[in-house]
């Protein structure tokens, strides 16, 4: 699977299991996502992905790189939707 494919898929789990916020965005944590067996399943390197997608501005969150545990709390949020 190439990286294209995997940001579509990232972005359809992020708004299976988000919630919008208060400006109308699609928003889940890490930690859903992380511990999400279907994530886990189709993810190879969630954190890859999730960096991949960072850098093509379809989402946005705190920092540079994830780790489970400490930054379970930290939300992703979704800035395109197509």
Do not use: M
């Given at each position: 699977m190439n990286v294209d494919q995997e940001v579509g898929l990232l972005v359809e789990e992020i708004k299976r299991l988000g919630n919008r916020n208060a400006e109308g965005r699609i928003t889940v944590t890490f930690g859903t996502l992380f511990n999400d067996p279907r994530c886990a399943n189709l993810f190879e390197t969630l954190v890859g992905t999730l960096r991949a997608?960072?850098?093509?501005?379809?989402?946005?969150?705190?920092?540079e790189m994830l780790l489970q545990g400490v930054h379970d709390n930290v939300p992703i949020i979704l800035l395109q939707e197509d």
């Open positions: 997608a960072k850098r093509k501005k379809i989402i946005s969150y705190e920092g």
